[in-house]
């Protein structure tokens, strides 16, 4: 079983800060791609931001420049510093990895349960 377990939400202020954490755990073998999503109400799961093994960044334009993403490997987290948010921001945010829970087993996706994030005054 693998879990992925996101931590951070809450509500902000616009112009506010926060961070979000999500650890892996359970019968991992091998985590290659980490990243984050979000799902506004009435709107499709869009992805945010994304890190590769080699911790190359991918992010939406609409964060470029006020969200960073980042990886620890040691303890299988991955991190997304929100910076300048806006109500725009607010939405449920699922972690995801692509992780091999086996060696001879192809990797697939993993989700988190999701965590809130609110931005309003």
């Known amino acids: 079983q693998v879990q992925l377990v996101e931590s951070g939400g809450g509500l902000v202020q616009p112009g506010g800060s926060l961070r979000l954490s999500c650890a892996a755990s359970g019968s991992i073998f091998s985590i290659y791609a980490m990243g984050w999503h979000r799902q506004a109400p009435g709107k499709q799961r869009e992805m945010v931001a994304r890190?590769?093994?080699?911790?190359?960044?991918t992010y939406a334009d609409s964060v470029k420049g006020r969200f960073t993403i980042s990886r620890d490997y040691a303890k299988n987290t991955v991190y997304l510093q929100m910076n300048s948010l806006t109500p725009e921001d607010t939405a449920v945010y699922y972690c995801n990895a692509n992780l091999q829970t086996k060696l001879l087993l192809p990797s697939r996706d993993y989700w988190g349960q999701g965590t809130q994030v609110t931005v309003s005054s």
């Open positions: 890190i590769t093994t080699a911790g190359s960044p």
